[in-house]
């Protein structure tokens, strides 16, 4: 497609695959990092777990436009929950202030959400919430359109009672997956580890990444030959 025909003006959508799993003391929320408008990426490297509280995240899909402005009104309502209770809020109601707020407004907006966190009082927690606003509390949820190409997998390879780095290897290895498959899913892999001991965030290049059924090794880009000592003329 030539560049002309593409639409640069389209609305960012995060074309993505967002997960979340459950583990032995904790959760362990992925993500890709692709933002496309249209055909064409509009963000390579972007961060699709936002944080809510010290101790929630959410996942986000669909329009970037409307995950950010449901999450930063979930930030806003959970601080304010924060200071008149005296101690931080639970997963359950960072998650059942995103469903109020994405069933209430299902007419406009186009994101389906996947909240994640620990609390004293559950524990690591994942809640669903898809297109409609519908809640569901979840073992382990996927999302975005490279979800299609992992639900077979999730049967197979989930398991109850996964160590940490059990659960994190998994969620890296599904996002791959789908990136392998999923056209609007790729760049690199972001983790976000969430227990009683706080927060990790990791990060998983996309060179470092397996490599599956008749995928390509990663080409070198334009930029790397313009950046050599002495870079090749261009066969025009």
């Given at each position: ?78 601080h304010q ?119 990790t965030r ?35």
């Open positions: 497609m030539a560049s002309s025909d593409m639409d640069h003006n389209a609305p960012h959508s995060m074309g993505t695959t967002i997960i979340g799993v459950t583990y032995d003391g904790g959760v362990v929320l992925g993500a890709d990092s692709r933002t496309s408008t249209g055909v064409y990426v509009a963000n390579r490297a972007s961060d699709k777990i936002t944080q809510l509280t010290d101790n929630v995240y959410v996942c986000r899909s669909g329009s970037a436009a409307d995950s950010q402005v449901v999450s930063d009104y979930v930030r806003y309502f959970l929950h924060t200071i008149q209770l005296g101690q931080p809020a639970t997963v359950k109601v960072c998650a059942n202030l995103v469903r109020l707020l994405s069933y209430g407004n299902k007419n406009m907006l186009e994101t389906g959400l996947i909240v994640g966190g620990w609390d004293k009082y559950e524990g690591g927690k994942i809640y669903g919430i898809p297109l409609g606003g519908t809640l569901l509390e979840l073992p382990f949820a996927i999302g975005g359109s490279g979800s299609s190409y992992l639900y077979g997998f999730f049967d197979q390879a989930w398991k109850e009672g996964m160590t940490k780095d059990e659960a994190e290897q998994l969620v890296v290895k599904a996002v791959s997956l789908a990136i392998a498959r999923d056209g609007a899913s790729g760049g690199v892999v972001r983790t976000v580890v969430i227990n009683s001991e706080g927060v990791n990060y998983y290049p996309g060179d470092k990444l397996p490599l599956w059924h008749e995928e390509l090794e990663p080409q070198n880009s334009l930029l790397d030959i313009l950046n050599t000592a002495s870079p090749e003329p261009m066969n025009i």
